[in-house]
Each structure stands twice: as structure tokens, then as C-alpha cells.
């Protein structure tokens, strides 16, 4: 592990400060269609761990050229987008259910720099185990593209679940940035 604590660091910050950068970026750009498959399009649970997955996605367009000879990189990968879908949602729901809060915006960007490094820190301790083989990396293969088509999907058709219901608009999806962004077009006309 002494040899790869920089990919605990490094990845972990820059899956901290990419997804910070993306939760803005869609409203940035003027709600660009195709910015919201990578972005934040509203403030649901799902689309905070796109954000780290995004983020992640961005870190392995890199890190293969430096890390992807390592005989567990898909692996460790495949794992690594895994980790956020389950601390994210685990941390934020476990903290408002054991403190009574409907959110705290501190903790609430906490969890997401938890969530961020647990990612990456679980990258780099699966790049230094004992190589898995083949198999491993079959089924990472798969895992990864199934996050992926789930992660591209589920922007424009989201479940109607907690996870994917913006707790501002009470809508899910692109659908929900479309009415705050008309309810701030009323109150600008009314002023």
C-alpha cells in the first residue's frame, strides 16, 4: 500500500473537487442536456452520487495510462464506483433517521468527501491485494458497464423513489430543475 497512498489522495481530491465543481455546472451552462448526464440536475440523493461517479469516471480516463497494467486495476475500478451508490445514501439517510434533521448542509458535503475518498481509498487498497485473475476482471467488466448504462439512464427516466425525488421541487429528474427554474422566472417577473 506504501507505494500507491498518492491514488488515495490524489483521487480522492479530485473526485472531491470535480463533483463540487458539477453540482453548479448544469445551471451554468444554462441547463445543457447534455451536461445534465454528468452534472447535478436537481438536489435528489442520486444526483449527488452521480456526481462522485462522474468524478470517477474522469479519474479513469487518467489513472488507466498510470494504473491499468496493475493485474486488479478493473477490479479495484469496478469497486470503487460501487463504493459511493452504497456510503453515500447509507451516511446521508443513517444521520437524518439517528438525528431527527431533514439535512444539514456541513454534514451533507461531509458525506460526499467520505464518500469520495472511501472510493478512492478502497482503489488503492484493492491495486495493492493479491492479483484476483480473469475472473475478476470479467465480471468488473460487467459491473462497470452496468453503473454506466444505469448512471447515463437514470438521469432521463429516474425511479420515483426517496433516492431520486429532489426535496425541492418534489420532482424527479430534469423535471425537477425545470420547475425551479421556472418558479425562479415567476418571482423575478413579480419583483
Given at each position: 500500500m506504501n507505494e500507491l497512498w498518492?491514488?488515495?489522495i490524489?483521487?480522492?481530491l479530485v473526485i472531491t473537487i470535480l463533483g463540487s465543481v458539477?453540482?453548479?455546472?448544469?445551471?451554468?451552462?444554462?441547463?445543457n442536456k447534455f451536461v445534465a448526464y454528468f452534472a447535478a440536475v436537481n438536489e435528489s440523493t442520486w444526483e449527488h452520487i452521480k456526481l462522485a461517479l462522474s468524478s470517477i469516471f474522469f479519474c479513469t480516463l487518467f489513472d488507466v495510462w498510470f494504473?491499468?497494467?496493475?493485474?486488479?486495476?478493473?477490479?479495484?475500478?469496478?469497486?470503487?464506483?460501487?463504493?459511493?451508490?452504497?456510503?453515500?445514501?447509507?451516511?446521508?439517510?443513517g444521520y437524518r433517521a439517528i438525528l431527527k434533521v431533514k439535512s444539514c448542509l456541513p454534514i451533507d458535503i461531509t458525506i460526499f468527501c467520505i464518500g469520495a475518498f472511501a472510493s478512492s481509498g478502497v482503489l488503492a487498497l484493492l491495486l495493492a491485494a493479491e492479483p484476483l485473475g480473469e475472473g475478476g476482471e470479467t465480471t468488473s467488466m460487467i459491473v462497470m458497464v452496468v453503473v454506466l448504462v444505469f448512471y447515463l439512464l437514470l438521469t432521463k427516466f429516474p425511479a420515483h423513489n426517496f433516492l431520486f425525488k429532489d426535496p425541492v421541487t418534489g420532482k424527479y429528474g430534469i423535471e425537477a430543475s425545470k420547475k425551479r427554474k421556472?418558479?425562479?422566472?415567476?418571482?423575478?417577473t413579480r419583483k
Amino acid at each position: 500500500m506504501n507505494e500507491l497512498w498518492w491514488v488515495f489522495i490524489i483521487e480522492g481530491l479530485v473526485i472531491t473537487i470535480l463533483g463540487s465543481v458539477l453540482h453548479f455546472t448544469y445551471e451554468w451552462t444554462g441547463q445543457n442536456k447534455f451536461v445534465a448526464y454528468f452534472a447535478a440536475v436537481n438536489e435528489s440523493t442520486w444526483e449527488h452520487i452521480k456526481l462522485a461517479l462522474s468524478s470517477i469516471f474522469f479519474c479513469t480516463l487518467f489513472d488507466v495510462w498510470f494504473l491499468g497494467s496493475n493485474p486488479n486495476y478493473w477490479f479495484a475500478k469496478s469497486i470503487s464506483f460501487l463504493v459511493p451508490i452504497v456510503v453515500i445514501p447509507v451516511l446521508f439517510y443513517g444521520y437524518r433517521a439517528i438525528l431527527k434533521v431533514k439535512s444539514c448542509l456541513p454534514i451533507d458535503i461531509t458525506i460526499f468527501c467520505i464518500g469520495a475518498f472511501a472510493s478512492s481509498g478502497v482503489l488503492a487498497l484493492l491495486l495493492a491485494a493479491e492479483p484476483l485473475g480473469e475472473g475478476g476482471e470479467t465480471t468488473s467488466m460487467i459491473v462497470m458497464v452496468v453503473v454506466l448504462v444505469f448512471y447515463l439512464l437514470l438521469t432521463k427516466f429516474p425511479a420515483h423513489n426517496f433516492l431520486f425525488k429532489d426535496p425541492v421541487t418534489g420532482k424527479y429528474g430534469i423535471e425537477a430543475s425545470k420547475k425551479r427554474k421556472a418558479s425562479r422566472r415567476s418571482s423575478k417577473t413579480r419583483k
